[in-house]
């Protein structure tokens, strides 16, 4: 159980484009999902908390015009890249939390980026 | 300001003998305490996790310790397999932040287990 998936796995774009990830909890409703980003060889950065029907809270630094998230249901969330840069290019990796209130994250398998 | 802090970037340890990861942490509001596995460009795996009432919690090869006094935590593997090679991450959060706890992670300890 506890499942949870990305899609897509890998996406290459050109500078300018937006691009859309997503997340879904695959065999459990998830109150809460979170979006992270990595850079190599660092830890996760958390990028911004998302709950069903509400809008995300992102963490500082992190702009919400450029990173758009949608929660609209209990087994899914989106991440839109708008008009991606380079810079934009990292590995991005959703997690969920279900509804029991156990504070364990569960995460998918990560999208790498890659912004030309 | 590291909230979390895992000071060996990397651990290698033979095959069958105990891999023992360390984790601090400073934030004394901590309450929850996780570790994740990680393998290169795919997701963190829970491992395993402990809450601040317990200083033990014990799953097969894993088990992990905490001691509050300290701010210290730490994850036990054994006997350590060449397929724990990972990265292992540990991660904290407060409960009484509400819903939308959010979790504070570790910088990672690469652990290479040697056949």
């Known amino acids: 159980g506890a499942v949870v998936s990305q899609h897509p796995s890998r996406v290459i774009c050109k500078s300018g484009t937006s691009v859309k990830i997503e997340c879904r909890s695959l065999?459990?409703?998830?109150?809460?999902m979170f979006w992270y980003r990595q850079f190599p060889k660092q830890s996760l950065m958390l990028m911004a908390t998302?709950?069903?029907?509400?809008?995300?809270?992102?963490e500082q630094g992190v702009e919400k015009d450029k990173f758009l998230i949608n929660h609209a249901s209990l087994t899914l969330s989106t991440l839109t890249v708008t008009s991606a840069h380079p810079e934009d290019s990292s590995f991005y990796i959703c997690?969920?939390?279900?509804?029991?209130?156990?504070?364990?994250?569960?995460f998918g398998p990560g999208t790498r980026l890659l912004v030309l | 300001d590291q909230q979390v802090k895992q000071n060996s970037p990397s651990l290698s340890v033979q095959e069958g003998r105990i891999s023992i990861l360390n984790c601090d942490y400073t934030?004394?509001?901590?309450?929850?305490f996780l570790w994740y596995k990680k393998y290169p460009a795919e997701g963190p795996t829970f491992l395993i996790s402990?809450?601040?009432?317990?200083d033990k919690n014990e799953d097969g090869r894993f088990t992990v310790f905490l001691n509050k006094s300290a701010k210290h935590l730490s994850l036990h593997i054994v006997p350590s397999q060449p397929g724990d090679s990972a990265v292992y991450f540990c991660?904290?959060?407060?409960?009484?932040?509400?819903?939308?706890?959010?979790?504070?992670f570790g910088t990672g300890t690469l652990l290479a287990v040697q056949p």
């Open positions: 997690s969920a939390r279900g509804t029991s209130g156990t504070e364990t994250q569960y």
């Open positions: 065999d459990f409703q998830a109150t809460t």
């Open positions: 998302s709950n069903e029907g509400s809008k995300a809270t992102y």
């Open positions: 934030n004394s509001m901590f309450d929850y």
């Open positions: 402990i809450s601040s009432i317990k």
């Open positions: 991660a904290a959060s407060s409960r009484g932040g509400g819903a939308t706890n959010k979790l504070i």
